[in-house]
């Protein structure tokens, strides 16, 4: 059973810094490239940051230079350090991994149930 559990949004003012956590768990977590993508209301999801196994990163444009993705292998856990935040940063954050799943006949995008973060202006 895979499950991927975000935690450390919350309301923040504009200017300001949150890092989020995501645990992993019935994975082999350091095999795997790990995401985060954030959902607005009322728009899509889109995509945010993604570190792979041998520690290579990317971003969207819209954060590059202001959030840094890192990984803890040993506590199974991606983190999403934020900052300088915006106001159009507030969103639903979520984790997600493409995880070998025989059950489902390949792989299968598992996601997170998302942490709320809200940047106050």
């Known amino acids: 059973q895979v499950q991927l559990v975000e935690s450390g949004g919350g309301l923040v003012q504009a200017g300001g810094s949150l890092r989020l956590s995501c645990v992993a768990s019935?994975?082999?977590?350091?095999?795997?490239?790990m995401h985060w993508h954030r959902q607005a209301p009322g728009k899509q999801r889109e995509f945010v940051a993604r570190i792979t196994s041998a520690g290579n990163t990317n971003y969207a444009d819209s954060v590059k230079g202001r959030f840094s993705i890192s990984r803890d292998n040993a506590q199974n856990t991606v983190y999403l350090q934020m900052n300088s935040l915006k106001p159009e940063d507030t969103a639903v954050y979520y984790c997600?991994?493409?995880?070998?799943?025989?059950?489902?006949?390949?792989?299968?995008?598992?996601w997170g149930q998302g942490t709320q973060v809200t940047v106050s202006s």
């Open positions: 997600n991994a493409a995880v070998w799943t025989a059950t489902r006949g390949g792989y299968y995008d598992y």
């Open positions: 019935g994975m082999i977590f350091s095999t795997h490239t």
